[in-house]
C-alpha cells in the first residue's frame, strides 16, 4: 500500500461531510423558494366573505401595493399572527387582503368578529384552487404585490414582528405606503408625496 | 478493499428513499382508460410540497389531494398534455414538486455524483486490477532463489 493510499479515507470523510452540509445546509426543508416571485399574480374569479354574491378578481389587487394574507381558522399559526396583521392594518395604509383557504364561511366570519377584523376585504377559496394557482402549500402564507399586482415577495409562515421589521416593513417604505406615526406627523399639513389614492 | 465497501454502502445509503403508498379515496371520471393511465403516471411523479418523501399520489395532505384534483382537471377538462401538466406545477411551485429535476446550475451535484462515483469506483478497479497485474510479474533473481532455497532448507 503507497503512502497516497492513506489519505483515501480522509477523501471518502470529506465526500461524506460535503453532501451532509449541502443537505442539512438548504435552509429550511420545509420552506421551499416559491416559483412565482417577480411573476404577476394569476387571475383569480372568486367571491368575497363578507358577501357572497359578490366576485372579485385581480382588478381588484392591483393599482396600489397589496399585502395577500392567506388564512385559515383551522389553522393555529393564523391565529398567532392575527395581532401583527391588526397591527399593520392600524398602523400603515397597504391594502390588506385576506385569502380564506379552505375554510368554512361562517366558521372565517365569527373569527373574524371574535378576533377582530385587519383585512379590507376577504377572498373565499374554499376548494383551494386558487391556493393551487399561487403555489400554497399551507396557512399561512403572505405575499407582497407591488402596483402592478407583481409578487415582490412570499413569506411561508406566519408574519411575526420580525418579518414585518425586516421584511415587510422595508420593502413596504420603497413603496411609499408605510406611515410610522412619527412620518405621518411630519408630514400633516403637507401634500401626500406618493400620491396613492386613499 | 475495506473502503470499497464503504463506498458501496454510502452510495446505497443515499440512494434508498423510502416511499410509502398510502389508499387513496378520490373518485374521477376519465373519458378513457388511456387517459386514466396518463393521471396515474403524472400524479406518481409529482412530489408533495408539504410531506417531503412521498409523491403526491401516495400521500393524504390536503394540498397533495388539491393537486390531484388539478392534475384531474388539466388532463381531462382542459386536454393538457403531460409536459404542459409538468410545466404548469412547475410554474407554481418551483422544481420542488419535480422528482425528476430538470439540469441547472442548482440541481447540477445532483446529476453530476453518480458519474462522479462511478468514475471513481472505475478508477479504484483499475488500480487494483494493474497492482495484482504487477505482482503476478515479479521474477527473483537467481540469488534471491538461492537464498529461497536455503531459507526453506530444501537440498
Not at chain 1, 74 to 101: F, R
Amino acid at each position: 500500500m503507497n503512502r497516497a493510499s492513506l489519505f483515501i479515507p480522509l477523501g471518502i470523510f470529506c465526500l461524506i461531510m460535503f453532501v451532509g452540509f449541502i443537505g442539512f445546509g438548504l435552509e429550511d426543508r420545509h420552506q421551499l423558494p416559491s416559483a412565482l416571485l417577480g411573476k404577476p399574480f394569476p387571475n383569480f374569479s372568486a367571491p368575497l366573505l363578507g358577501d357572497l354574491d359578490t366576485t372579485v378578481t385581480k382588478r381588484d389587487l392591483v393599482g396600489r401595493p397589496t399585502l395577500v394574507n392567506v388564512w385559515a381558522t383551522w389553522c393555529p399559526t393564523c391565529k398567532a399572527e392575527h395581532a401583527q396583521l391588526m397591527d399593520i392594518a392600524a398602523s400603515t395604509d397597504v391594502q390588506l387582503v385576506g385569502v380564506n383557504y379552505k375554510d368554512n364561511v361562517p366558521g372565517a366570519r365569527r373569527w373574524l368578529s371574535d378576533y377582530g377584523d385587519p383585512y379590507d376585504f376577504v377572498i373565499v377559496d374554499a376548494s383551494g384552487d386558487l391556493g393551487v394557482e399561487l403555489g400554497v402549500y399551507g396557512a399561512p402564507e403572505t405575499f407582497l404585490l407591488d402596483a402592478a399586482g407583481n409578487i415582490v415577495y412570499k413569506r411561508v409562515g406566519d408574519v411575526n414582528p420580525r418579518i414585518w421589521r425586516d421584511e415587510l416593513a422595508p420593502r413596504l417604505a420603497r413603496m411609499g405606503v408605510f406611515r410610522t406615526p412619527e412620518v405621518e406627523a411630519q408630514e400633516s399639513g403637507k401634500e401626500d408625496p406618493h400620491g396613492y389614492p386613499s | 478493499m475495506n473502503w470499497l465497501g464503504a463506498v458501496l454502502g454510502v452510495m446505497l445509503a443515499l440512494s434508498t428513499q423510502v416511499v410509502l403508498a398510502a389508499s387513496q379515496v378520490d373518485v374521477y371520471q376519465f373519458d378513457s382508460e388511456q387517459q386514466q393511465q396518463r393521471y396515474k403516471r403524472l400524479i406518481e411523479e409529482f412530489r408533495c410540497p408539504k410531506c417531503l418523501n412521498t409523491n403526491i399520489a401516495g400521500s393524504d395532505a390536503p394540498i397533495a389531494q388539491d393537486l390531484r384534483r388539478t392534475v384531474h382537471k388539466l388532463v381531462v377538462t382542459d386536454g393538457y398534455e403531460d409536459q404542459q401538466v409538468r410545466d404548469f406545477l412547475q410554474q407554481r411551485y418551483g422544481d420542488f414538486v419535480l422528482y425528476n429535476p430538470p439540469l441547472t446550475g442548482r440541481t447540477l451535484v445532483i446529476w453530476a455524483m453518480p458519474v462522479l462515483l462511478a468514475l471513481i469506483g472505475l478508477l479504484v478497479i483499475l488500480q487494483l486490477l494493474l497492482r495484482a497485474r504487477a505482482k503476478r510479474s515479479v521474477a527473483l533473481s537467481a540469488e534471491e532463489q538461492s537464498r529461497l532455497r536455503e531459507i526453506l532448507g530444501k537440498d
